[in-house]
């Protein structure tokens, strides 16, 4: 695969998340290029509770790394004493704090 898809800075934590997925979904394919093979496996994998945890494991450890690339969207100076602060806007429009 030779398209690029991946980009480094995100405009907020729910752009971040998004990528994440894309990321993590990209990496099956990457691993498992042939789509007949991906399609065979799926029933399986997706009635399996252990499989669908792994899998969100696999999306919040890209979460993480995409925020760390993204200098945890840009923290402003009072959140760098230690405490991360994470806010942005969701998709529905609500506005999403956390000191």
Known sequence: MTDAWLT?????PQEGFELAIVLSRRGVKYTQPDVDVLKALRPGYASS?????????????NFQT??????YWRKDAAS??????VSGTLQ?????AHP
């Open 8 to 12: 480094t800075i995100t405009e907020s």
């Open 49 to 61: 509770a252990d499989a669908l945890t792994a899998t969100s494991h696999v999306i919040a450890v």
């Open 66 to 71: 995409i925020a760390a690339a993204n200098g």
């Open 80 to 85: 760098r004493s230690g405490r991360t602060q």
């Open 92 to 96: 529905d429009g609500s506005h999403v």
